[in-house]
């Protein structure tokens, strides 16, 4: 924390007279890898040399940012009573996967608006992934206990969309999950940040 602290201080140093901070949230890693609602997150995520064709813009793309990458950043509040009342059957078909195994439902065992149904993007008959993570955090003096999401896409149109399908199909897990922030930053390769530096944008 003290490095963070340091280097955070030094950053701000830049960005105080620019900026305005508007939120600052502190997660933590949760047993096991697990999302704060206790199931194993990022399973489905494509991993190793795999994630970059997912999340960094090509040369055919976008030529001036290649290596870029979108990051959508969502906060969400949990009704953790609400979930922790559910029994772990109808948690599972929530979310369709098996808690204990991380085990993926059969098709017929998951509701129909089973998190990992809904937030899938297969626009074009094809399956687009993105690289996602669940960041757990809780502060029990003010009664708040969420997720901060946050998925990188080399096309932000396809975060969209998966967005668009829990909202309109309505996801199950979002009866125990509220949105309260949503911010879309474009983060810059080494080489554009370098360009940046030395004045080249
Ligand atoms: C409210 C906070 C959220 C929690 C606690 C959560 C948790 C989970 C969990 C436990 C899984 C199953 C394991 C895995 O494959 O990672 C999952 C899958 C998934 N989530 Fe979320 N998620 C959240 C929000 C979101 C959002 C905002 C998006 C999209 C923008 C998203 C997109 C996905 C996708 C695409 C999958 C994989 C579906 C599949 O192909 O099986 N999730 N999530």
Redesign the pocket.
């Known amino acids: 924390m003290a490095v963070c602290y340091e280097l955070m201080d030094q950053f701000m140093e830049i960005l105080r007279p620019i900026t305005t901070v508007e939120d600052e949230t502190h997660g933590f890693r949760y047993m096991e890898g697990?999302?704060?609602?206790?199931?194993?997150?990022?399973?489905?995520?494509p991993a190793g040399i795999e994630s970059m064709d997912y999340t960094l813009i090509d040369e055919d793309q976008d030529p001036e940012f290649v290596n870029g990458s979108y990051a959508?950043a969502?906060k969400?509040i949990?009704n953790m009573d609400a979930w922790k009342k559910l029994k772990t059957e109808d948690q599972e078909k929530a979310?369709?996967?098996h808690k204990f195994s991380?085990r993926?439902l059969a098709d017929e065992e998951k509701l129909p608006n089973a998190?990992?149904?809904v937030?899938?993007?297969e626009e074009g008959g094809v399956?687009h992934?993105?690289v996602?993570m669940?960041v757990?955090f809780s502060d029990p003096a003010k009664d708040v206990t969420?997720?901060y999401?946050i998925?990188y896409s080399k096309d932000f149109a396809i975060?969209?969309r998966?967005?668009t399908?829990?909202f309109t199909k309505s996801?199950r897990?979002?009866d125990?999950?509220t949105?309260i922030t949503g911010n879309l930053f474009f983060i810059p390769s080494k080489t554009t940040l370098e360009k940046i530096a030395d004045g080249d944008y």
């Open positions: 697990r999302s704060i609602v206790g199931f194993i997150d990022g399973t489905e995520n959508f969502q969400y949990h979310i369709g996967r991380d993926e998190h990992n149904v937030s899938k993007d399956e992934k993105i996602r669940n757990p969420g997720t999401f998925g975060t969209n998966m967005l399908n829990m996801d897990l979002l125990f999950s949105p």
